[in-house]
């Protein structure tokens, strides 16, 4: 049975509901399971200059990397939500080392950021867009020296 890599979405941690629903199914088939934060996100809320985003995929790949030969004969499935899908997406067209990854899974990835953010933005999900953007606040001020005029934009947002 391969080992299962969670990759989290955008303000999610391994607390998410959905996340430990995820990991108790694949541990209840025998899988084992590693939910992978992004950089930035819960436990390294605050702690990190570097923060991940879709078009960061170097900390997936160095995870991978590093698991690749613990796990070559059992191998490893991924499974991305949201933006750790989108992120994933990206990792498997750079991806140009030999890997023991049997499957990947991308769930809800935002491949269109411009209409993800209008549909965010729609009016039925007002209550989604203002928890999503609280929480997107709140990781962008943690940031321990943010840059010159970061801190106004990120209090002044209105939408993601």
């Known amino acids: 049975m391969p080992l299962v890599v969670l990759v989290l979405g955008l303000t999610r941690c391994e607390d998410s509901a959905y996340i430990l629903a995820t990991a108790q199914a694949c541990l209840e088939i025998g899988a084992d399971v590693l939910c992978l934060n992004l950089r930035g996100v819960g436990p390294s809320l605050g702690r990190t200059q570097v923060r991940d985003h ?22 490893l499935l991924i499974v991305g939500y949201s933006l750790g899908g989108k992120m994933v ?16 899974i991308s769930v809800s990835a935002p ?11 729609a009016p039925r999900n007002r209550l989604y867009q203002r ?12 940031i ?16 993601v």
């Open 89 to 104: 997406l990206k990792f498997l067209t750079e991806l140009n080392g030999r890997l023991p990854i049997r499957a990947t």
């Open 131 to 142: 928890w999503v953007l609280a929480s997107m606040r709140e990781e962008g001020l943690a």
């Open 144 to 159: 321990q020296s943010p840059r010159p005029g970061e801190r106004r934009a990120i209090d002044s947002a209105r939408s």
């Open 54 to 75: 879709a078009g960061r995929s170097e900390g997936l790949h160095a995870v991978l990397t590093a698991l690749a030969s613990e796990f070559a004969e059992r191998g």
């Open 111 to 121: 491949n269109d950021p411009p209409a993800t953010a209008r549909r965010i933005g």
